[in-house]
Protein backbone atom coordinates (compact mmCIF):
# COMPACT_ATOMS: atom_id res chain seq x y z
CA UNK A 1 0.00 0.00 0.00
CA UNK A 2 1.71 3.26 -1.03
CA UNK A 3 1.96 6.15 1.91
CA UNK A 4 -0.80 8.45 0.08
CA UNK A 5 -2.74 5.56 0.03
CA UNK A 6 -2.56 5.11 3.21
CA UNK A 7 -2.82 8.40 4.42
CA UNK A 8 -6.02 8.74 2.59
CA UNK A 9 -7.91 5.29 5.00
CA UNK A 10 -6.24 7.10 8.18
CA UNK A 11 -7.75 10.22 6.88
CA UNK A 12 -11.16 8.27 6.25
CA UNK A 13 -11.18 6.76 9.63
CA UNK A 14 -10.07 9.82 11.28
CA UNK A 15 -13.63 11.15 9.65
CA UNK A 16 -15.86 8.28 10.25
CA UNK A 17 -14.63 8.87 14.53
CA UNK A 18 -15.74 12.59 14.48
CA UNK A 19 -18.70 11.83 12.75
CA UNK A 20 -19.32 8.68 15.19
CA UNK A 21 -18.96 11.20 17.88
CA UNK A 22 -21.29 13.78 16.87
CA UNK A 23 -24.09 11.13 16.84
CA UNK A 24 -23.30 9.75 19.71
CA UNK A 25 -23.18 12.87 21.51
CA UNK A 26 -26.75 13.45 20.83
CA UNK A 27 -29.16 12.56 23.66
CA UNK A 28 -31.89 9.89 23.17
CA UNK A 29 -34.65 8.61 24.81
CA UNK A 30 -36.25 4.82 24.05
CA UNK A 31 -39.99 6.06 24.50
CA UNK A 32 -42.71 3.30 24.33
CA UNK A 33 -43.21 4.79 20.48
CA UNK A 34 -39.93 4.41 19.47
CA UNK A 35 -36.02 5.91 20.07
CA UNK A 36 -35.65 9.56 19.87
CA UNK A 37 -33.04 11.78 19.56
CA UNK A 38 -32.72 15.04 20.87
CA UNK A 39 -30.36 17.99 20.85
CA UNK A 40 -28.05 19.83 23.43
CA UNK A 41 -29.15 23.52 23.85
CA UNK A 42 -28.81 25.77 26.73
CA UNK A 43 -26.25 23.62 28.86
CA UNK A 44 -29.41 20.58 29.09
CA UNK A 45 -30.55 17.99 26.66
CA UNK A 46 -33.89 19.04 24.51
CA UNK A 47 -36.65 17.08 22.92
CA UNK A 48 -39.15 18.96 20.71
CA UNK A 49 -42.07 17.61 18.99
CA UNK A 50 -42.72 14.43 20.81
CA UNK A 51 -46.12 13.12 19.45
CA UNK A 52 -47.60 11.85 22.87
CA UNK A 53 -51.59 11.30 21.04
CA UNK A 54 -52.41 10.70 17.12
CA UNK A 55 -52.95 13.58 15.26
CA UNK A 56 -56.54 14.82 15.69
CA UNK A 57 -57.47 15.35 11.67
CA UNK A 58 -59.95 14.26 9.66
CA UNK A 59 -62.53 12.07 11.76
CA UNK A 60 -60.31 12.26 14.27
CA UNK A 61 -61.36 15.96 14.70
CA UNK A 62 -63.81 16.25 17.92
CA UNK A 63 -62.71 13.14 19.23
CA UNK A 64 -60.86 11.73 22.25
CA UNK A 65 -57.08 11.94 21.55
CA UNK A 66 -56.41 8.29 20.24
CA UNK A 67 -52.42 6.97 20.86
CA UNK A 68 -49.50 8.17 18.82
CA UNK A 69 -48.06 5.64 16.30
CA UNK A 70 -44.93 3.65 17.01
CA UNK A 71 -41.85 4.54 14.51
CA UNK A 72 -38.44 2.19 13.75
CA UNK A 73 -35.23 3.43 13.81
CA UNK A 74 -34.38 6.61 15.42
CA UNK A 75 -36.81 9.87 15.29
CA UNK A 76 -35.45 13.26 15.44
CA UNK A 77 -37.30 15.44 18.22
CA UNK A 78 -34.97 19.08 16.82
CA UNK A 79 -37.78 20.57 15.83
CA UNK A 80 -40.68 22.28 18.00
CA UNK A 81 -44.50 21.01 16.23
CA UNK A 82 -47.23 23.18 14.75
CA UNK A 83 -49.29 25.19 17.50
CA UNK A 84 -52.61 24.48 17.62
CA UNK A 85 -55.26 26.20 15.48
CA UNK A 86 -55.88 29.67 16.86
CA UNK A 87 -56.03 33.30 16.22
CA UNK A 88 -53.45 35.72 17.74
CA UNK A 89 -50.81 34.44 20.47
CA UNK A 90 -50.43 34.48 24.32
CA UNK A 91 -48.88 35.89 25.79
CA UNK A 92 -49.67 38.61 23.43
CA UNK A 93 -45.84 39.48 22.77
CA UNK A 94 -44.77 36.13 21.63
CA UNK A 95 -43.18 35.56 18.52
CA UNK A 96 -45.80 34.14 15.49
CA UNK A 97 -45.73 30.41 15.01
CA UNK A 98 -47.04 27.94 12.75
CA UNK A 99 -50.46 26.59 13.70
CA UNK A 100 -52.02 23.15 12.29
CA UNK A 101 -54.91 20.50 13.42
CA UNK A 102 -51.84 18.17 13.62
CA UNK A 103 -50.29 19.51 17.22
CA UNK A 104 -50.44 17.13 19.64
CA UNK A 105 -46.76 17.27 20.91
CA UNK A 106 -44.87 17.90 23.98
CA UNK A 107 -40.86 19.06 24.13
CA UNK A 108 -38.65 17.76 27.26
CA UNK A 109 -36.14 19.96 28.61
CA UNK A 110 -33.86 17.27 30.97
CA UNK A 111 -30.48 17.81 32.86
CA UNK A 112 -27.91 15.60 31.67
CA UNK A 113 -27.39 11.71 33.38
CA UNK A 114 -30.60 12.64 35.01
CA UNK A 115 -31.74 10.14 37.18
CA UNK A 116 -35.39 9.95 38.94
CA UNK A 117 -35.27 13.80 39.08
CA UNK A 118 -38.86 15.45 39.65
CA UNK A 119 -40.54 16.31 36.99
CA UNK A 120 -42.30 19.91 36.17
CA UNK A 121 -45.19 19.40 33.60
CA UNK A 122 -46.62 23.44 32.09
CA UNK A 123 -49.95 23.93 31.21
CA UNK A 124 -50.07 27.47 29.18
CA UNK A 125 -52.78 29.98 29.38
CA UNK A 126 -54.11 32.04 26.76
CA UNK A 127 -57.99 31.77 27.58
CA UNK A 128 -58.33 28.81 25.62
CA UNK A 129 -58.76 30.66 22.59
CA UNK A 130 -54.67 30.76 21.87
CA UNK A 131 -51.45 29.37 23.63
CA UNK A 132 -48.30 27.56 22.71
CA UNK A 133 -46.21 24.72 24.00
CA UNK A 134 -43.13 26.04 22.20
CA UNK A 135 -43.01 30.33 23.01
CA UNK A 136 -39.34 31.37 24.32
CA UNK A 137 -40.61 32.27 27.54
CA UNK A 138 -41.79 28.50 28.64
CA UNK A 139 -38.45 27.17 27.91
CA UNK A 140 -37.32 24.68 30.23
CA UNK A 141 -33.70 25.30 29.92
CA UNK A 142 -33.11 27.55 33.34
CA UNK A 143 -35.30 25.81 35.29
CA UNK A 144 -34.16 22.24 34.54
CA UNK A 145 -30.38 23.64 35.84
CA UNK A 146 -32.27 23.74 39.46
CA UNK A 147 -32.34 19.32 38.81
CA UNK A 148 -35.48 18.89 37.44
CA UNK A 149 -36.95 18.01 34.25
CA UNK A 150 -39.44 19.85 32.46
CA UNK A 151 -42.24 19.37 29.80
CA UNK A 152 -43.97 21.12 27.88
CA UNK A 153 -47.14 20.29 25.44
CA UNK A 154 -49.92 21.45 23.11
CA UNK A 155 -53.63 20.91 23.67
CA UNK A 156 -56.25 21.59 21.35
CA UNK A 157 -58.06 25.51 21.67
CA UNK A 158 -61.41 27.07 20.73
CA UNK A 159 -63.79 25.56 18.47
CA UNK A 160 -61.59 22.17 18.39
CA UNK A 161 -60.81 21.59 21.81
CA UNK A 162 -64.27 22.75 23.49
CA UNK A 163 -67.02 22.15 20.78
CA UNK A 164 -70.07 20.37 22.40
CA UNK A 165 -72.82 19.57 20.15
CA UNK A 166 -75.42 16.65 20.46
CA UNK A 167 -73.90 14.00 17.68
CA UNK A 168 -70.66 13.80 19.25
CA UNK A 169 -72.28 13.09 22.27
CA UNK A 170 -74.44 10.68 20.90
CA UNK A 171 -71.43 9.12 19.01
CA UNK A 172 -68.61 9.29 21.88
CA UNK A 173 -68.31 5.82 24.21
CA UNK A 174 -68.41 8.44 27.08
CA UNK A 175 -71.85 10.01 26.31
CA UNK A 176 -70.63 13.39 26.64
CA UNK A 177 -68.76 15.56 24.24
CA UNK A 178 -66.99 19.72 24.36
CA UNK A 179 -63.96 18.91 26.76
CA UNK A 180 -61.00 17.35 23.90
CA UNK A 181 -58.61 19.91 24.96
CA UNK A 182 -58.92 19.05 28.80
CA UNK A 183 -58.94 15.18 27.52
CA UNK A 184 -55.77 16.18 25.67
CA UNK A 185 -54.08 17.43 28.91
CA UNK A 186 -54.92 14.08 30.39
CA UNK A 187 -53.57 12.26 27.57
CA UNK A 188 -50.33 14.34 27.70
CA UNK A 189 -49.71 13.70 31.23
CA UNK A 190 -50.27 9.66 30.72
CA UNK A 191 -47.46 9.78 28.36
CA UNK A 192 -45.61 11.63 30.83
CA UNK A 193 -46.32 8.82 33.55
CA UNK A 194 -45.06 6.15 30.99
CA UNK A 195 -42.11 7.63 29.43
CA UNK A 196 -40.86 10.18 31.63
CA UNK A 197 -38.35 8.00 32.93
CA UNK A 198 -36.74 7.61 29.44
CA UNK A 199 -36.16 11.22 29.93
CA UNK A 200 -34.05 10.63 33.73
CA UNK A 201 -38.06 11.71 35.18
CA UNK A 202 -39.71 10.45 38.17
CA UNK A 203 -42.94 9.06 37.27
CA UNK A 204 -44.11 9.55 41.23
CA UNK A 205 -43.01 13.03 41.31
CA UNK A 206 -44.46 15.03 38.91
CA UNK A 207 -45.78 18.73 39.24
CA UNK A 208 -48.20 20.37 36.59
CA UNK A 209 -48.21 24.01 36.75
CA UNK A 210 -49.99 26.69 34.53
CA UNK A 211 -51.26 30.52 34.74
CA UNK A 212 -54.33 31.99 33.56
CA UNK A 213 -56.22 29.54 31.66
CA UNK A 214 -53.60 26.86 32.20
CA UNK A 215 -54.16 26.63 35.95
CA UNK A 216 -58.02 26.67 35.68
CA UNK A 217 -57.25 23.96 34.00
CA UNK A 218 -55.49 22.60 36.78
CA UNK A 219 -58.20 23.34 39.08
CA UNK A 220 -60.48 21.11 36.70
CA UNK A 221 -57.55 18.23 36.22
CA UNK A 222 -57.43 18.48 40.68
CA UNK A 223 -61.01 17.67 40.51
CA UNK A 224 -61.11 14.81 37.82
CA UNK A 225 -61.52 11.09 38.45
CA UNK A 226 -59.18 10.52 35.05
CA UNK A 227 -56.76 12.47 36.32
CA UNK A 228 -56.25 10.63 39.92
CA UNK A 229 -52.47 9.78 40.96
CA UNK A 230 -51.17 11.45 37.09
CA UNK A 231 -49.68 14.14 39.37
CA UNK A 232 -48.70 14.45 42.70
CA UNK A 233 -47.83 18.44 43.27
CA UNK A 234 -50.20 21.41 41.33
CA UNK A 235 -48.81 25.43 40.80
CA UNK A 236 -51.88 27.56 40.18
CA UNK A 237 -50.69 30.97 38.85
CA UNK A 238 -53.66 33.21 38.93
CA UNK A 239 -56.61 30.78 37.47
CA UNK A 240 -59.38 28.56 38.98
CA UNK A 241 -62.43 26.83 38.09
CA UNK A 242 -64.57 27.42 41.59
CA UNK A 243 -67.14 29.76 40.70
CA UNK A 244 -70.93 28.64 41.03
CA UNK A 245 -71.05 27.18 37.69
CA UNK A 246 -75.01 27.49 37.83
CA UNK A 247 -74.10 31.26 36.90
CA UNK A 248 -74.49 30.01 33.13
CA UNK A 249 -76.33 27.51 31.79
CA UNK A 250 -73.78 27.14 28.84
CA UNK A 251 -71.61 25.78 31.28
CA UNK A 252 -73.81 22.55 31.57
CA UNK A 253 -73.42 19.91 28.81
CA UNK A 254 -77.18 20.50 27.67
CA UNK A 255 -76.63 24.27 27.34
CA UNK A 256 -73.14 23.78 25.57
CA UNK A 257 -74.71 21.33 23.26
CA UNK A 258 -76.74 24.09 22.02
CA UNK A 259 -73.72 26.60 21.72
CA UNK A 260 -72.76 24.15 19.46
CA UNK A 261 -75.82 23.72 17.47
CA UNK A 262 -75.81 27.11 16.59
CA UNK A 263 -71.99 27.53 15.98
CA UNK A 264 -72.66 24.48 13.55
CA UNK A 265 -75.99 26.42 11.88
CA UNK A 266 -73.87 29.28 11.49
CA UNK A 267 -71.40 27.46 9.59
CA UNK A 268 -73.74 26.05 7.41
CA UNK A 269 -73.47 22.46 8.41
CA UNK A 270 -76.45 20.64 8.97
CA UNK A 271 -74.72 17.59 11.43
CA UNK A 272 -71.39 16.99 12.68
CA UNK A 273 -70.12 15.31 9.78
CA UNK A 274 -70.52 18.23 7.46
CA UNK A 275 -68.96 20.25 10.13
CA UNK A 276 -65.75 17.88 10.40
CA UNK A 277 -65.23 18.30 6.09
CA UNK A 278 -65.08 22.17 6.71
CA UNK A 279 -61.77 23.43 6.80
CA UNK A 280 -59.99 24.35 9.36
CA UNK A 281 -59.17 28.16 8.70
CA UNK A 282 -62.70 28.68 7.63
CA UNK A 283 -63.90 27.63 11.46
CA UNK A 284 -61.89 29.58 12.90
CA UNK A 285 -62.89 32.95 11.51
CA UNK A 286 -65.98 32.11 13.24
CA UNK A 287 -67.48 33.49 16.47
CA UNK A 288 -66.96 30.88 19.50
CA UNK A 289 -67.88 30.52 23.19
CA UNK A 290 -65.59 28.39 24.39
CA UNK A 291 -66.01 26.70 28.47
CA UNK A 292 -64.95 24.42 30.75
CA UNK A 293 -67.83 22.81 31.29
CA UNK A 294 -69.34 19.89 33.38
CA UNK A 295 -69.78 17.14 30.83
CA UNK A 296 -70.62 14.31 32.54
CA UNK A 297 -66.62 12.26 31.68
CA UNK A 298 -63.77 14.71 32.25
CA UNK A 299 -65.90 16.60 35.09
CA UNK A 300 -68.08 15.20 36.80
CA UNK A 301 -69.86 18.12 38.95
CA UNK A 302 -68.36 21.30 39.80
CA UNK A 303 -65.40 21.55 40.90
CA UNK A 304 -66.04 23.65 44.20
CA UNK A 305 -68.32 20.55 45.07
CA UNK A 306 -65.19 18.23 45.05
CA UNK A 307 -63.36 20.12 46.80
CA UNK A 308 -65.89 21.19 49.46
CA UNK A 309 -66.91 17.29 49.95
CA UNK A 310 -63.05 16.59 50.14
CA UNK A 311 -63.21 14.17 47.09
CA UNK A 312 -60.62 16.11 44.88
CA UNK A 313 -57.46 14.29 44.25
CA UNK A 314 -54.73 13.95 47.11
CA UNK A 315 -51.83 16.82 45.88
CA UNK A 316 -50.02 19.51 47.24
CA UNK A 317 -50.37 22.92 46.39
CA UNK A 318 -48.99 26.04 45.75
CA UNK A 319 -51.18 28.87 44.19
CA UNK A 320 -51.58 32.68 44.41
CA UNK A 321 -52.27 35.80 42.15
CA UNK A 322 -50.76 39.16 41.14
CA UNK A 323 -51.20 42.57 43.19
CA UNK A 324 -52.81 43.97 39.62
CA UNK A 325 -54.35 41.77 38.10
CA UNK A 326 -57.44 43.32 36.83
CA UNK A 327 -55.97 46.42 34.80
CA UNK A 328 -54.96 44.03 32.05
CA UNK A 329 -58.31 43.77 31.55
CA UNK A 330 -59.64 47.88 31.40
CA UNK A 331 -56.42 48.12 29.87
CA UNK A 332 -57.64 51.12 27.02
CA UNK A 333 -60.77 51.52 28.58
CA UNK A 334 -62.14 55.03 29.98
CA UNK A 335 -63.20 54.22 33.46
CA UNK A 336 -65.03 57.07 35.14
CA UNK A 337 -67.09 57.63 38.19
CA UNK A 338 -70.40 58.02 35.65
CA UNK A 339 -69.81 54.84 33.38
CA UNK A 340 -68.06 52.13 35.65
CA UNK A 341 -71.24 50.36 36.28
CA UNK A 342 -71.45 49.72 32.68
CA UNK A 343 -67.85 48.60 32.88
CA UNK A 344 -68.58 46.39 35.71
CA UNK A 345 -71.66 44.76 33.71
CA UNK A 346 -69.56 44.52 30.54
CA UNK A 347 -68.21 40.76 32.10
CA UNK A 348 -70.85 40.07 34.85
CA UNK A 349 -74.74 40.31 35.72
CA UNK A 350 -75.83 43.41 37.57
CA UNK A 351 -77.54 41.12 39.81
CA UNK A 352 -74.17 39.38 40.92
CA UNK A 353 -72.55 42.56 41.25
CA UNK A 354 -75.21 44.24 43.76
CA UNK A 355 -74.73 40.54 45.75
CA UNK A 356 -70.98 41.43 46.04
CA UNK A 357 -72.58 44.53 47.32
CA UNK A 358 -70.20 47.55 44.72
CA UNK A 359 -71.10 51.06 46.10
CA UNK A 360 -73.67 52.62 43.40
CA UNK A 361 -71.27 55.81 43.29
CA UNK A 362 -67.67 56.85 43.38
CA UNK A 363 -66.23 60.56 44.45
CA UNK A 364 -63.52 60.45 41.37
CA UNK A 365 -62.51 58.78 38.16
CA UNK A 366 -59.56 57.67 39.84
CA UNK A 367 -61.81 55.86 42.56
CA UNK A 368 -63.60 54.28 39.60
CA UNK A 369 -60.64 53.06 38.30
CA UNK A 370 -59.12 51.64 41.15
CA UNK A 371 -62.84 49.83 42.25
CA UNK A 372 -63.18 48.19 38.59
CA UNK A 373 -59.54 47.20 38.30
CA UNK A 374 -59.77 45.67 41.74
CA UNK A 375 -63.06 44.03 41.67
CA UNK A 376 -62.08 42.44 38.15
CA UNK A 377 -58.74 41.15 40.24
CA UNK A 378 -60.80 39.76 43.09
CA UNK A 379 -63.36 38.20 41.04
CA UNK A 380 -61.59 36.93 38.41
CA UNK A 381 -58.59 35.81 40.09
CA UNK A 382 -58.26 36.89 44.13
CA UNK A 383 -61.10 34.72 45.24
CA UNK A 384 -60.82 31.68 43.27
CA UNK A 385 -57.28 31.20 44.53
CA UNK A 386 -58.31 32.06 47.99
CA UNK A 387 -61.24 29.46 47.76
CA UNK A 388 -58.81 26.67 46.43
CA UNK A 389 -56.68 27.56 49.29
CA UNK A 390 -58.77 27.56 51.96
CA UNK A 391 -60.63 24.13 50.75
CA UNK A 392 -57.27 22.08 49.84
CA UNK A 393 -55.79 22.94 53.00
CA UNK A 394 -58.70 21.16 54.70
CA UNK A 395 -57.23 17.84 53.30
CA UNK A 396 -53.86 18.62 52.76
CA UNK A 397 -50.98 20.06 54.67
CA UNK A 398 -49.00 21.18 52.37
CA UNK A 399 -50.81 24.17 50.76
CA UNK A 400 -48.50 27.22 49.92
CA UNK A 401 -50.18 30.95 49.16
CA UNK A 402 -48.22 33.89 47.40
CA UNK A 403 -49.09 37.50 46.14
CA UNK A 404 -46.43 38.77 43.53
CA UNK A 405 -46.39 42.60 43.44
CA UNK A 406 -42.83 43.71 41.78
CA UNK A 407 -43.58 46.32 38.85
CA UNK A 408 -41.43 45.34 35.73
CA UNK A 409 -39.42 48.40 34.86
CA UNK A 410 -39.88 50.50 31.95
CA UNK A 411 -40.41 48.89 28.68
CA UNK A 412 -42.29 46.00 30.17
CA UNK A 413 -44.99 44.76 28.00
CA UNK A 414 -46.88 45.47 31.08
CA UNK A 415 -45.80 49.17 31.21
CA UNK A 416 -48.41 50.94 33.08
CA UNK A 417 -49.90 48.09 34.53
CA UNK A 418 -48.22 47.28 37.34
CA UNK A 419 -48.09 43.45 38.67
CA UNK A 420 -51.15 42.56 36.01
CA UNK A 421 -51.72 39.12 34.64
CA UNK A 422 -48.98 37.11 33.27
CA UNK A 423 -46.23 39.62 35.13
CA UNK A 424 -44.82 36.60 37.00
CA UNK A 425 -44.14 34.47 34.27
CA UNK A 426 -40.90 36.04 33.52
CA UNK A 427 -39.44 35.36 36.54
CA UNK A 428 -40.72 31.82 37.36
CA UNK A 429 -39.22 30.59 34.26
CA UNK A 430 -35.84 33.12 35.24
CA UNK A 431 -35.84 34.54 31.24
CA UNK A 432 -35.85 38.06 32.01
CA UNK A 433 -33.10 38.31 29.41
CA UNK A 434 -35.93 37.45 26.67
CA UNK A 435 -36.87 40.89 27.09
CA UNK A 436 -34.16 43.58 26.82
CA UNK A 437 -34.98 45.70 29.23
CA UNK A 438 -32.34 47.41 32.16
CA UNK A 439 -33.52 44.93 34.89
CA UNK A 440 -32.17 45.87 38.03
CA UNK A 441 -30.85 43.28 40.76
CA UNK A 442 -33.87 42.91 42.39
CA UNK A 443 -35.59 41.72 39.29
CA UNK A 444 -32.71 39.09 39.02
CA UNK A 445 -32.65 38.16 42.42
CA UNK A 446 -36.63 38.00 43.04
CA UNK A 447 -36.24 35.52 39.08
CA UNK A 448 -34.03 33.34 40.86
CA UNK A 449 -35.65 33.25 44.29
CA UNK A 450 -38.91 32.39 42.62
CA UNK A 451 -37.87 29.50 40.51
CA UNK A 452 -35.53 28.18 43.41
CA UNK A 453 -39.28 27.94 45.01
CA UNK A 454 -41.19 26.48 42.33
CA UNK A 455 -38.46 24.09 42.31
CA UNK A 456 -38.21 23.12 45.64
CA UNK A 457 -41.69 21.99 45.72
CA UNK A 458 -41.83 20.00 42.79
CA UNK A 459 -38.86 18.09 44.81
CA UNK A 460 -40.42 17.87 48.34
CA UNK A 461 -44.12 19.22 48.36
CA UNK A 462 -42.43 22.57 50.13
CA UNK A 463 -40.75 25.21 48.73
CA UNK A 464 -38.45 25.69 51.27
CA UNK A 465 -37.11 22.59 50.59
CA UNK A 466 -35.27 20.30 52.67
CA UNK A 467 -31.79 21.01 54.62
CA UNK A 468 -28.95 21.44 51.55
CA UNK A 469 -31.40 21.67 48.51
CA UNK A 470 -30.25 25.27 47.78
CA UNK A 471 -32.53 27.18 49.34
CA UNK A 472 -30.32 28.25 51.93
CA UNK A 473 -30.99 32.33 52.79
CA UNK A 474 -34.15 32.59 51.27
CA UNK A 475 -37.05 33.63 53.69
CA UNK A 476 -39.34 30.76 54.42
CA UNK A 477 -42.73 30.43 53.20
CA UNK A 478 -45.47 29.66 55.84
CA UNK A 479 -48.12 26.91 55.11
CA UNK A 480 -51.12 28.72 54.35
CA UNK A 481 -54.44 27.66 56.57
CA UNK A 482 -57.73 28.61 56.88
CA UNK A 483 -57.20 29.20 60.72
CA UNK A 484 -53.61 31.01 59.66
CA UNK A 485 -54.02 32.14 56.19
CA UNK A 486 -50.74 33.61 55.66
CA UNK A 487 -48.15 32.85 52.53
CA UNK A 488 -45.37 34.73 50.61
CA UNK A 489 -45.35 38.12 49.28
CA UNK A 490 -43.45 38.24 46.19
CA UNK A 491 -42.58 41.88 45.62
CA UNK A 492 -39.51 44.44 46.26
CA UNK A 493 -38.81 42.46 48.90
CA UNK A 494 -39.98 38.76 49.71
CA UNK A 495 -41.35 38.19 52.93
CA UNK A 496 -43.91 36.19 54.87
CA UNK A 497 -47.25 37.96 54.83
CA UNK A 498 -51.50 38.05 54.11
CA UNK A 499 -51.41 37.06 50.14
CA UNK A 500 -55.31 37.79 49.83
CA UNK A 501 -57.93 40.58 50.94
CA UNK A 502 -60.12 38.46 52.90
CA UNK A 503 -62.29 41.69 53.65
CA UNK A 504 -63.27 41.74 49.83
CA UNK A 505 -63.42 38.28 49.13
CA UNK A 506 -65.66 37.29 51.81
CA UNK A 507 -68.44 39.84 50.25
CA UNK A 508 -67.67 37.40 47.21
CA UNK A 509 -68.13 34.44 48.96
CA UNK A 510 -71.26 35.36 50.78
CA UNK A 511 -72.73 35.91 47.42
CA UNK A 512 -71.75 32.82 45.51
CA UNK A 513 -73.06 30.79 48.47
CA UNK A 514 -76.54 32.79 47.85
CA UNK A 515 -76.03 32.08 44.70
CA UNK A 516 -75.25 28.16 45.04
CA UNK A 517 -78.28 28.25 47.76
CA UNK A 518 -80.84 29.77 45.48
CA UNK A 519 -80.06 27.40 42.64
CA UNK A 520 -80.42 24.38 45.24
CA UNK A 521 -83.89 25.49 45.95
CA UNK A 522 -84.52 25.16 42.66
Known sequence: MSGRHAGFIVFALWLFTCATRVVASQPQARTEQGVLEGIEANGVAVFRGVPFAASPVGDLRWRAPQPASSWRGVRKADNFSPVCMQEGSYPEDAPPERSSEDCLYLNVWAPHGARKLPVMVWIYGGGLRNGSASTPLYSGDRLARHDVVVVTFNYRLGVFGFLAHPDLTRESPTHSSGSYGLEDQIAALRWVKRNIAAFGGDPDRITVFGQSSGAISISVLAASPLAKGLFQRAIAQSGGLFEPMQLLPELSLSGAEQVGLRFATDAGAADIVSLRAKPAEELLKRSFRHNLIVDGHVLTRPPYDTFLSGE????AVLVGANR????????????????????????????????????RAVASDADAHALVAAFNRDVRFGWDMWAWARLASRKSRNVFAYQFSRTPPPGSPFAGLGATHGAEMPYVFDHLDLQPLPWPDAD??????????????????????????????????PAFTEANPRGLLLGDEVRAGRPFDEQALTRIDSAYARVRASAARK
Request: glycine share 12%; proline share 5%; hydrophobic share 45%.
Open 324 to 359: DEGELFIRGQTVTAANFRAELERGLPAFLIDLIGVP
Open 312 to 315: QNDI
Open 444 to 477: RRLAAAMATYWTNFAKTGDPNGVAGSGSAGLPAW
